[in-house]
C-alpha cells in the first residue's frame, strides 16, 4: 500500500504565493514521477505538472507555465508545487499523483497510482 498526503494549501490573496507539498509513504521501492493536477468546481480534473524524479524534467499546464514550479526531494519522497503570482483562477482542490513500484508482503514488485486527498487553493481579495 502506498499513500501521498498533500499539504500547504489555503486562502492567500491575488499575486501572492503559496508552496505545496505531497509527501509518498509505504513499501516503496522507487518513484518514476510525480504530478499535480486541480479541479475546480463544475470542472474537469487538469495536470498541472509533472517531474520525472530521476533528472528531474518537467513539464506544465499552459495556464501556469511560467508561474508555477514542480521540485522534488527522492530522500523524503516528496514533491512540491511553488505557486507564484496566484490568480483567482487557480483557486481549486490540488491533488498529487504518482507512479509508484512499492515492495509487496512477499517481495514481489507491485506498480501503484495512488492519489493524494486533496489540498484546496483559495485565491481571493
Known amino acids: 500500500q502506498v499513500q501521498l498526503v498533500e499539504s500547504g494549501g489555503g486562502l492567500v490573496q491575488p499575486g501572492d504565493s503559496l508552496r505545496l507539498s505531497c509527501t509518498a509513504s509505504?513499501?516503496?521501492?522507487?518513484?518514476?514521477?510525480m504530478s499535480w493536477y486541480r479541479q475546480a468546481p463544475g470542472k474537469q480534473r487538469e495536470l498541472v505538472g509533472m517531474?520525472?524524479?530521476?533528472?528531474?524534467?518537467?513539464n506544465y499546464g499552459e495556464s501556469v507555465k511560467g508561474r508555477f514550479t514542480i521540485s522534488n526531494d527522492n530522500a523524503k519522497h516528496t514533491v512540491y508545487l511553488q505557486m507564484n503570482s496566484l490568480k483567482p483562477e487557480d483557486t481549486a482542490v490540488y491533488y498529487c499523483n504518482a507512479n509508484v513500484l512499492a515492495i509487496g508482503p512477499s517481495g514481489e514488485y507491485i506498480a501503484f497510482k495512488p492519489w493524494g486527498q486533496g489540498t484546496q487553493v483559495t485565491v481571493s481579495s
Open positions: 509505504g513499501s516503496i521501492f522507487r518513484i518514476d514521477d
Open positions: 517531474i520525472i524524479t530521476r533528472g528531474g524534467s518537467t
